[in-house]
């Protein structure tokens, strides 16, 4: 399963979701797992009085969390890519995915 997070975007390729906000991939993953792909941008847009919305690395965090508690798992052949043009979003998602990733490839071993 691959999903494209993106508030404006559309993919290039083939997804079997899009997301257009926080909330919605929150709500695929809350019934259906953590996809083995996903394609993250960082800033979802924002409210109409101005407020930002959560980001593709508050998702990112929140993937996290929920392998931490065992709720939701990522699986064993999860990817991904940050497709976002925002340098820093870019870095924070490949960073917080990336140290994870490999420290739970270490801690199962």
Known sequence: MKMYLDDIREPK???????RSYEEAVMFVQKNG?????S???DL???DTGEIL???YDFAKWLVD?????????PDNFSF?????NPIGRNNINSILNNYLKFK???KE
């Open 13 to 19: 390729d083939s997804y079997d979701v899009i997301a």
């Open 45 to 47: 847009g924002c409210e």
């Open 66 to 74: 929920m392998d931490i508690e065992n709720i939701y798992k990522f």
């Open 105 to 107: 490839v270490r801690y």
């Open 81 to 85: 890519n940050i497709h976002s043009a």
């Open 34 to 38: 953590i996809p083995s792909y996903i």
């Open 54 to 56: 959560k980001s593709g």
């Open 40 to 42: 993250f941008d960082h």
